[in-house]
């Protein structure tokens, strides 16, 4: 390993660097829609109802989710690099189209849109960093990623104060994004290289769809995971999706003001609790193979608090009380989100990393979009908020259950970190 110079170890950190703007812009969307949902609704006043807007969200979820496995597939089949890439591309060019939209029906079909070019995305992003990143900071580096997806919901929380700019609007906001995702395209494409092939695939042939699903699926410690990966999910996507609403609506504020203080404290919390989640998995884990798993378990019990007192906020009449609770909510979250791929490649072989990724997307975001769904028509019928929040904790608690069950198969490597394929030695 002597060819290994301090250049190329460097760059492991450049791939997350490279891929942080990418998973920034993939969130700065659904935050903006989220934050906005009054300008959009009055626009376009065809979407009537509140069941219609959370139908809009939940389209979006289950394009994304049933397109994931494939999205997963081909970057571990062909070329991560390839796939991000054109992820991006697609991406930018829906967001510039939906500030052009004039009516409900084409909203649906855009949000369709983005839900392909986002399933694309994830999965190779953080299959990439993995490769890189073979093991004692793994989980760091997956949680430097998560920044740009925290990233992304704060500057989205901002954008309801750009849709009650009357010089601006809710379309300008999407016109924007899309023109800047094309341009970051370009650098992202030069840059960004795969690495060698793992150890682990070199000989192997490579794996058929139904190969890999078999593989996936017969794995008892995988199945666990995605149904952990999947209840957290259900409330995460009504905090993201939904917050920013109920907050307007609950405590009186103005639509720019509720966005912020649905968006930004939490978010914040999250980028601590993902460096504090990665700091403390990756030094757990040189002691036990579960620090991962233990250090995970740990935010899923912020989630639970933080839920029953979200829930409850609205009869204290204090918003600092919710914004309280939000913040407890992100601290635990960014603990859960930074282990998940960690946790994944303890129990799957590195080639399947993508696939499998893609397959909890496919389970987790799927129930995501009936929970919008169903979240809407609950708010339709007057249901309380402390019920419904309730009711998330409580999965909350079963899902604890089912990470402390997972069995790590893989040791995580201390090896050296690996290299972009352009820089292998040559053969003498």
Known sequence: MKWINEKAAGYVWVVVALLLPVALLNYLDRQM???????????????????????????????????????GYLADRFSRRHVIAASLIVWSAVTWATGHVATYDQLLVTRAVMGISEAFYIPAALALIADYHLGPTRSRAVSFHQMGIYLGIIIGSF?????????????????LCGVVGILY??????????????????????????????????NFSFILLVLYFTLPALAGWIVRDWMPAILKAEFGIGQGKAGVSAGVYW????????????????????RTARGRIYTSALGMVCIIVAMFGVGYSPATGLLGFAIAFLIVFGLGWGMFDCNNMPILCQIVRPHLRATGYGLMNLVSISCGGLADWGF???????????????????????????????????????????????AQPKPS
């Open 33 to 71: 829609l989220a934050a906005m949902k009054f300008s959009v609704m009055t626009d376009l006043p065809d979407i009537g109802s509140e069941a219609n807007w959370g139908k809009i969200l939940a389209l979006f979820k289950w394009t994304y989710a049933i397109l994931s496995p494939l999205g």
């Open 185 to 218: 395209a370009v650098p992202l494409f030069l840059l960004l290289r795969n690495p060698a092939r793992p150890a682990d695939a070199a000989g192997r042939p490579r794996t058929s769809p139904g190969g890999a699903l078999g593989e996936l699926l017969g």
């Open 376 to 422: 809407g028509i609950l708010r339709d019928q007057q249901v309380p908020l402390f019920g419904i929040f309730g009711a998330f904790a409580s999965v909350g608690v079963l899902s604890i259950v089912l990470v402390l069950l997972i069995r790590p198969r893989y040791v995580d490597a201390c090896t050296a970190p690996v290299v972009p394929s352009s």
């Open 267 to 286: 978010v914040a919390a999250s980028i601590f609790g993902a460096l504090l989640g990665g700091w403390l998995a990756d030094r757990w884990t040189r």
């Open 159 to 175: 954008s309801g104060y750009a849709a009650d700019h009357p010089a601006l609007g809710w379309r300008w906001m999407f016109g």
